[in-house]
């Protein structure tokens, strides 16, 4: 139950993803530390019940791996552009500007502050790249599949692109690029704070240890879901194209 008498820096300091919810409705948690969310809300012009309603909602469970092993292939590549979407627009953009806007209080670790700022936009840079042509490459050739095997397909097409892609080198590429945030959490030494460092490196820290682990899920998710239905479904494709060659 979100006490709205508290101040935004103890209900940041309660649960660091709050910290999102209130950027989403404009309000820099680390602006406005010393003053209540009732004060906050009212200063805006917000409905404090709306604010109050997705502070308590922010933390709703997720698909299981399990529950995404039964969908279909094209429910899967859509809940992986949904995740991508998060990412790309949603997260990033969020952590972006908590790093940008670390400031010079942060004493505790200066060259650190100096460096995240350096680091991190190039980390999504890379990041951001890796997505599109993952889904300008495996997902557009894995949709081309599924296709077909509904009977919906140019066979010149068909054929041209199964010639040009491989499942087998998709799934060695992706497993290269597994670890994502290898850079960053060597360079903070997996996410360590010294104690008493602000509240604001500290939650920055905590967003970059939960950006980790839903990237971990999301790649089990390609690699263990995703992958090993498509390169079911590639076979049935090629054994489908190779009964019809005997008919024709």
């Given at each position: 139950m979100i006490k709205t008498e508290k101040k935004i820096n103890e209900l940041v300091a309660e649960d660091y993803v709050l910290g999102y919810v209130l950027h989403y409705f404009g309000i820099p948690f680390y602006k406005y530390t010393?003053?209540?969310?009732?004060?906050?809300?009212?200063?805006?012009?917000?409905?404090?019940h709306q604010v109050v309603q997705e502070l308590e909602s922010i933390r709703k469970p997720s698909l299981s791996q399990a529950q995404l092993q039964a969908y279909p292939i094209e429910i899967i590549i859509q809940y992986l552009r949904h995740a991508h979407y998060r990412f790309i627009n949603q997260k990033l953009?969020?952590?972006?500007?908590?790093?940008?806007?670390?400031?010079?209080?942060c004493q505790c670790q200066p060259c650190l502050v100096h460096d995240l700022k350096i680091l991190f936009p190039l980390f999504v840079?890379?990041?951001?790249?890796?997505?599109?042509?993952?889904?300008?490459?495996l997902f557009k050739y894995v949709l081309l599949l599924h296709q077909a095997s509904k009977g919906h397909y140019s066979?010149?097409?068909?054929?041209?692109?199964?010639?040009?892609?491989?499942?087998?080198?998709?799934?060695?590429e992706h497993h290269d690029h597994d670890d994502e945030m290898r850079g960053i959490r060597e360079f903070t030494r997996n996410y360590y704070l010294e104690p008493g460092a602000?509240?604001?490196?500290?939650?920055?820290?905590?967003?970059?240890?939960?950006?980790?682990?839903?990237?971990?899920?999301?790649?089990?998710?390609?690699?263990?879901?995703?992958?090993?239905?498509?390169?079911?479904?590639?076979?049935?494709?090629?054994?489908?194209?190779?009964?019809?060659a005997q008919y024709n």
């Open positions: 010393e003053e209540t969310l009732q004060a906050v809300c009212r200063q805006k012009g917000l409905n404090m953009p969020y952590m972006a500007r908590l790093v940008e806007d670390l400031s010079d209080r840079e890379d990041f951001i790249h890796h997505i599109h042509e993952e889904e300008d490459t066979p010149g097409e068909l054929h041209y692109q199964m010639q040009q892609n491989s499942l087998s080198r998709f799934a060695l602000d509240l604001h490196l500290q939650v920055l820290f905590a967003e970059l240890q939960a950006l980790e682990d839903d990237l971990k899920i999301h790649a089990q998710v390609e690699d263990e879901i995703l992958l090993l239905k498509a390169m079911r479904l590639e076979q049935e494709v090629r054994e489908m194209l190779r009964q019809k």
